[in-house]
C-alpha cells in the first residue's frame, strides 16, 4: 500500500489555515484621508485598531467632511488589505494547485 494518508493532509492543511491566519492578526495597514487629517489604522481581518483626527479638523467644525474623511481612511485601508490578501491568496492558490497535482500523482500510483 502506498503511503498516503489523508488525515495527514489534512492536518496540514488545517496548520497553513491557522498560519495565514495569524498573519492576517500580525499584518498591520496605515491610511490617511485629507492629507493626514485622519488616520487609521487596520489589521489584514479587517479590524480597525485605531483612529487619529487631527485637532485642526475638529476646529473647522464641518461634522459631514470629517465623516467623509474617516470614511475615505477606512475605506482606503480595506483596500490595502484587500490587496494583501489578493496577493496572499494567489500564492497559496498555486501552492495548493501543485499539493493537488502532487496528490493526483500518488493516488493515479496506488
Same mark, same amino acid.
Given at each position: 500500500?502506498?503511503?498516503?494518508?489523508?488525515?495527514?493532509?489534512?492536518?496540514?492543511?488545517?496548520?497553513?489555515?491557522?498560519?495565514?491566519?495569524?498573519?492576517?492578526?500580525?499584518?498591520? $495597514? %496605515?491610511?490617511?484621508?485629507?492629507?493626514?487629517?485622519?488616520?487609521?489604522?487596520?489589521? &489584514? =481581518? !479587517?479590524?480597525?485598531? #485605531?483612529?487619529?483626527?487631527?485637532?485642526?479638523?475638529?476646529?473647522?467644525?464641518? $461634522? %459631514?467632511?470629517?465623516?467623509?474623511?474617516?470614511?475615505?481612511?477606512?475605506?482606503?485601508? &480595506? =483596500? !490595502?488589505?484587500?490587496? #494583501?490578501?489578493?496577493?496572499?491568496?494567489?500564492?497559496?492558490?498555486?501552492?495548493?494547485?501543485?499539493?493537488?497535482?502532487?496528490?493526483?500523482?500518488?493516488?493515479?500510483?496506488?
Amino acid at each position: 500500500m502506498s503511503g498516503f494518508n489523508l488525515q495527514e493532509l489534512m492536518s496540514q492543511a488545517k496548520q497553513q489555515y491557522e498560519t495565514l491566519q495569524k498573519k492576517m492578526e500580525q499584518t498591520v $495597514v %496605515e491610511a490617511s484621508a485629507g492629507g493626514g487629517s485622519v488616520t487609521v489604522k487596520m489589521d &489584514g =481581518r !479587517k479590524q480597525v485598531l #485605531g483612529i487619529k483626527i487631527d485637532p485642526e479638523a475638529v476646529k473647522a467644525g464641518d $461634522v %459631514e467632511m470629517l465623516q467623509d474623511l474617516v470614511m475615505a481612511a477606512l475605506n482606503e485601508a &480595506g =483596500r !490595502k488589505v484587500d490587496q #494583501g490578501d489578493a496577493i496572499e491568496c494567489r500564492w497559496n492558490a498555486r501552492r495548493t494547485r501543485r499539493h493537488f497535482v502532487d496528490l493526483q500523482l500518488v493516488i493515479g500510483n496506488i
